[in-house]
């Protein structure tokens, strides 16, 4: 049984190692909202990834830590449940919000895990001891830093290298890196900077054997991500477009794309990224872990998802210490030749390092029954 008896809201702020441009903005820092889940003596851990402002999706910290203090810890707090499934229905009936909820569903699952001795992974259904993984790399100031960034991380073996674009700045980066590196496994990521009268622009990156090109078009349109899919070869991820599993149904039923990034948070869970997952197998269509630049918390639910077999393109989970000088969990996440180890031990396989934790906090906020 999966007993909760207490919960901790904590807020820390983590100064990022590198400067992260994307077509909607500039990211220095990460504000990173934890949540721990207290049961039998036994803690389960989990991160949200939603942002101080919507910019990727509509979910904000803010409105996130007011709703899991107001209406969803609450629903959960002192009560018992059969399992994390059960945990998930029991918030199931509330709208959207997913990241909110998914919060509480994670740390559930880490915690059930944990109660059980085995990690999480194991108890979702993968069966890898490590995961591949590729990079995400911001927009940088020209091609040729560009070039130079894209070659480090392919000398740290990262099985994929994904470059940011927005309109002004797509063929030339993705041309200049192709031809530095002819054979690596190369995309490119819109975050929903483009309409459909860009589609000649898009199509021009036909010419440069993308994977697939991750979201360009807006993030709550599928028909005409459906649309674009017909005008160019390369294959659409979609990443912002799915929030569930049916969303995932409809997309692929449209060709609105043939991947699918699956970030487990935006959709709700580990048990809705599950469906998800199976929704894409049913359709012949690969997916990958995407990532929200996550401490070792949501990295390590990250790694243990990606253990699904499914799961075939590489993830977005590279190594923490890419990230953070320190990371709010004592052990160490690091990807070797492109393959991330997946944390043993039970549960995610991280623990909370509560003295940084402290030496950076936010917010410290406790309730119970
Ligand atoms: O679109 O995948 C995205 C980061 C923040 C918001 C959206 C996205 C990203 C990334 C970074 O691409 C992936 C990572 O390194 O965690
Ligand atoms: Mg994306």
Redo the contacts with the bound molecule.
């Keep these: 049984m999966l007993r909760i008896d207490a919960a901790e809201i904590l807020l820390v702020r983590l100064p990022l190692k590198f400067r992260?441009e994307?077509s909607?903005g500039v990211?220095t820092e990460k504000l990173v909202p934890l949540l721990v889940l207290h049961g039998d003596g036994v803690q389960g851990l989990s991160e949200g990834?939603m942002?101080a402002a919507p910019?990727?999706r509509e979910e904000t910290i803010a409105g996130a830590l007011n709703l899991l203090r107001e209406v969803f810890l609450p629903r959960v707090l002192g009560r018992t449940f059969a399992n994390p499934q059960a945990v998930d229905a029991a918030l199931g009936s509330f709208r959207g919000n997913r990241m909110a909820r998914a919060m509480v569903e994670m740390a559930a699952w880490d915690l059930w895990a944990r109660t059980l001795g085995v990690p999480l992974g194991t108890l979702l259904g993968g069966n890898k001891q490590e995961v591949e993984v590729g990079?995400?790399l911001?927009i940088q100031a020209d091609e040729a830093a560009t070039v130079e960034v894209v070659g480090r991380h392919v000398e740290q073996g990262y099985r994929r290298i994904?470059l940011?674009i927005k309109p002004g700045w797509d063929v030339q980066p993705v041309q200049a890196v192709r031809e530095a590196f002819p054979n690596i496994r190369l995309t490119v990521?819109a975050?929903s900077a483009y309409t459909l009268a860009d589609s000649g622009r898009l199509a021009a990156l036909d010419a440069y054997d993308l994977t697939y090109i991750?979201?360009p078009l807006a993030w709550d349109d599928l028909l005409d991500h459906a649309e674009l899919q017909r005008r160019l070869r390369t294959p659409l991820c979609l990443?912002?477009s799915v929030a569930s599993a049916p969303d995932a149904r409809k997309g692929l039923a449209l060709g609105a794309g043939r991947v699918i990034?699956v970030?487990v948070a935006r959709v709700g869970g580990h048990a809705e990224a599950r469906r998800v997952h199976d929704v894409a197998e049913s359709f012949g269509a690969p997916v990958w872990c995407?990532?929200?630049?996550?401490s070792g918390v949501g990295?390590a639910h990250?790694i243990h998802l990606s253990t699904l077999p499914n799961f075939r393109l590489p993830g977005?989970?590279?190594s923490a210490s890419?990230?953070w000088a320190t990371d709010v969990v004592n052990e160490a996440l690091e990807a070797k030749n492109g393959l991330m180890p997946v944390p043993q031990g039970p549960g995610i396989g991280v623990t909370l390092n509560r003295d940084f934790i402290a030496s950076v906090s936010e917010l410290d906020e406790e309730y119970r029954a």
């Excluded at 995407?290 to 996550?294: A, Q």
């Design positions: 992260f994307t909607f990211q990834t942002e910019m990727y990079v995400s911001g994904k940011k990521d975050n991750e979201q990443d912002e990034n970030k995407g990532g929200m630049l996550e990295r990250n977005d989970t590279s890419r990230y």
